[in-house]
């Protein structure tokens, strides 16, 4: 079965720190995305990576950056966490040819 | 520049009644159309793709889209609604062009009793 899995369901973080959001999925696929849903602005693209080592701005990369050491493993950092980054962050991966997306159950970060 | 256009921040309908969820898309390529579903505190599930076969496209759990490309709609509909479909609904389009997913705003979906 396909699977997606994000490191922490709930996360609470203080201003300033530097914080590490981790996803992995077993599923061999070459793409992998990270975005942020807010209420009334639907999905917003960070970050993507076709590839181990490779990655590309999304909508709203400032703020944030990613990592990519392996196939299965997309990490999210934001350098300096701030309240505008209070949000949902999802985790999804895909396959080219079919180009459907599967995603992990997110991450509800609140930052103070 | 491709779009996705969801008619209807939140729709309610009561349960056993119709369920239509609107969606239209621009692209100037043929796409690729996509429904997804996320339940509360969950992630998006998909629930039907249109990839330019069949334009009636069947889902899980009784759901279905048509794509019209007169209308440039792609509308999502289930004959009945159940408690258990109330979730917040996400259209979202691909173009062959830069293979990059649009997603809709979304359209939260209340099951009245």
């Known amino acids: 079965d396909v699977k997606v899995t994000q490191s922490s369901r709930y996360l609470v973080k203080r201003t300033g720190e530097k914080v590490f959001l981790e996803c992995v999925q077993d599923?061999?696929?070459?793409?992998m995305f990270w975005y942020r849903q807010d209420p009334g602005l639907g999905l917003r693209l960070i970050y993507f990576?076709?590839?181990?080592?490779?990655?590309e701005k999304g909508d709203i990369p400032e703020g944030y950056s990613v990592s990519r050491e392996k196939k299965e493993r997309f990490s999210l950092i934001l350098e300096s966490a701030s309240t505008n980054q209070t949000s949902m962050y999802l985790c999804a991966s895909s396959f080219p040819p079919q180009y459907e997306q599967y995603f992990g159950p997110g991450t509800r970060l609140t930052v103070t | 520049a491709q779009s996705v256009t969801q008619l209807g921040s939140h729709v309610s309908v009561s349960e056993g009644a119709l369920v239509l969820l609107r969606c239209n898309y621009s692209s100037s390529v043929p796409p690729y159309l996509f429904w997804y579903v996320q339940y509360p505190n969950q992630g998006l599930q998909l629930l039907l793709k249109y990839t330019s076969a069949a334009t009636l496209v069947k889902g899980i759990n009784g759901f279905e889209a048509e794509f019209k490309k007169s209308e440039t709609s792609f509308h999502l509909t289930k004959p009945s609604a159940h408690m258990s479909d109330a979730a917040e609904y996400f259209c979202?389009?691909?173009?062959?062009?830069?293979?990059?997913?649009?997603f809709g705003k979304g359209t939260r979906l209340h099951i009245l009793p």
């Open positions: 979202a389009v691909i173009s062959n062009r830069d293979d990059k997913i649009i």
């Open positions: 990576s076709y590839d181990v080592k490779m990655k």
């Open positions: 599923m061999d696929h070459e793409n």
